[in-house]
């Protein structure tokens, strides 16, 4: 069978509602799988919610409902999200469901079969906020805990481990010879100076159910519960090969995270996967973590970004252009509210808004709106900027191939000044002249459409209405100058991005 793109983000844990880190997340994920639409393969995009674990059964509790009412609540709110997005996601899943949690247990039983676990006495630390074991070795120079941890609790409890060391230096061999496994290359080098550095100690993966009840039961030990992040990373598997599409669907191209969950996506996933002779993930795509006004995003301070609420201000594309425009896979970023409003003004307002609102107006006051004949002064310029732009879309560099298509519009606002065709508009003898400049223009903006599809699909579509043509799919790669028709009557032009000037 035929292999189908396959793309994932993390699954967001139901303790709260979504904020501008996942909505970044969703949306470069979002647009790496319409590129590849747009590039000529289909694409599986999968996102959803990570539901079990003390950290969600303590926000149940804390909001006096039952853990599955609590989540059931939530799950609306998230799946509502992904749609206020725009996300093209193929399925949403929640680790609560059956039909994940039939595989994860498929997959503890077969590990466990093959001697992969053993059980063992734990005496020490655990942090509920992290869902994770302490070692000593995690207490600062004053012999505490970061506050990074939370509330940590002293435990002594026999749990299930699962034997990581015997399979590190295959990964670290897996990880040399595969250069882009783990993207970008510091991230890469993290994880191999991790892996190279420091004895992998096993992985305990059993919570008894006396301490946390809200998890899926071992299916060889019904004393206790599975731990949440084995529980939590198999859904990357256990979708495809619940709706039936393993074969098609895995391994995933890309898995695209942030950097604090480097480590259970680069080390842990691919060693669950290789005891269970599976195989593993092509791509681990790691980005950064955004701040609003150089601080942490907190709640309690009241410094958050509310996508919600800039995107039923703003608009879905504008919050998508800022966030992938401003933020380039990798590196953190920091929200500013005038930074967004100063990329809304200049380049979505002035910079594109404004190029198809005056082609398409001269086009309507001079031809009446009907596409003169074919001419290609710019084609030479489209066409690098096309073919610039699809590598950047196969490199996964979002934040430069936006950088392309900017280049074009302020070209070919040069051009309408260069031009200008409204002086040529007052000349019956420069008739001709003019219908080759609105025909360049015209067609510009055609390519624009095109190209904007995987990061402003409603922006593409609405620039295609206006253009008078069909909304499918086009491809990027093997759409040229030139297919535009003289002939064709295109629709009176309305503001994409209306100006917010104060
Ligand atoms: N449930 C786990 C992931 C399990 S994946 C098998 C989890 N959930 S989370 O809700 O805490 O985070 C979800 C994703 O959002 C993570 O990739 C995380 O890095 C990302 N972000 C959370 N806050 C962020 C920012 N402030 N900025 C950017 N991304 C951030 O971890």
Redesign the pocket.
Known sequence: MNKQFYITT????VNGQPH???A??KIITDVIARSQCCLGSESFYLTGL?EHGQKVQQAAEDNGQNAQDYCNNLAEDWQAFAAKLGLSNGDFVRTTEERHKTVVAEILQGLYDKGEFYQKEYVGFYSAKQESFLTEKDRNDNGEFDPIYGEVQELRENNYYFKLGQYQQWLIEHIEANPNFVAPDNRRNEVLGFLKNENLEDLCISRPKERLSWGIPLPFDSDYVTYVWFD??T?YLSIPRAIGRESELWPADIHV?????LKFHAVYWPIMLRAANLEIPKQILV?G??QKDNQK?SKSTGNVVDPVAVIDEWGLDAFRYYVVRELDIGPDGNWTDEGFAARYGAELANGLGNLINRSLSMLGRYRDGVVPEAHDELAHDATVARDKLVEQLRANELQAGLMTIWSYIARLNQYVDETAPFKMAKDPNQAKRLGEVLYNLTESCRLLAVWLQPYLPTTSHRIMEQLNLPKDIINIAQSGWGELTAGQKVNKPEALFPRRDK
Request: charge should be negative; charged fraction near 25%.
């Open positions: 993390a699954i967001d844990y501008l880190g996942h970044y997340e990570d939590a990373l859904n995270i942030g950097k604090d969950i980005h973590w955004w995003m």
